[in-house]
């Protein structure tokens, strides 16, 4: 996103998209959502890489949209938020990244991660059975 804001903004000016989950944002504390989001959205959720500036994870929606991030227990790359829906269950919308780097006991801690999510959010998710072809 840093790199790019200009090509990410037309993006979204092109695709109108209600919600953006992004992975390797390459942001840090230093830069504040209207330097990277255009006019009508807005940052849900974000996690920015602690060591350097380069990957990190987002969640942006629509200013119309009103999400509630998720707080994690985690030093993974994941974050997660809630969009509450009229008359329905609550969307739960993660965005994760797993380092090409990153050995087995990174990916048992994303794991961990969205299964205490699950856990945690039992009325706004669902854990769906997967079916193999025979």
């Known amino acids: 996103m840093r790199a790019k804001r200009s090509e990410f903004g037309l993006?979204?000016?092109?695709?109108?998209?209600?919600?953006?989950i992004g992975c390797e944002t390459w942001l840090h504390d230093g830069f504040y959502e209207r330097e990277?989001?255009?006019?009508?959205?807005?940052?849900?959720?974000?996690?920015?890489?602690?060591?350097?500036?380069?990957?990190?994870?987002?969640?942006?929606?629509?200013?119309?949209?009103?999400?509630?991030?998720?707080?994690?227990?985690?030093?993974?790359?994941?974050?997660?938020?809630?969009?509450?829906?009229p008359g329905k269950k609550s969307l739960i919308i993660g965005s994760?990244?797993?380092?090409?780097?990153?050995n087995y006991l990174y990916t048992e801690e994303l794991t961990k991660a969205i299964s205490k999510l699950h856990q945690c959010n039992p009325e706004s998710t669902s854990q769906a059975t997967p079916t193999y072809p025979t």
């Open 36 to 85: 990277v989001l255009p006019a009508g959205y807005h940052f849900v959720a974000r996690r920015d890489r602690p060591n350097n500036h380069y990957g990190g994870v987002m969640i942006a929606a629509k200013d119309n949209l009103v999400g509630t991030e998720l707080k994690l227990d985690t030093s993974a790359e994941f974050c997660a938020a809630r969009f509450d829906c």
């Open 96 to 102: 994760l990244y797993r380092p090409p780097s990153s």
């Open 11 to 20: 993006l979204l000016q092109e695709s109108n998209p209600d919600v953006v």
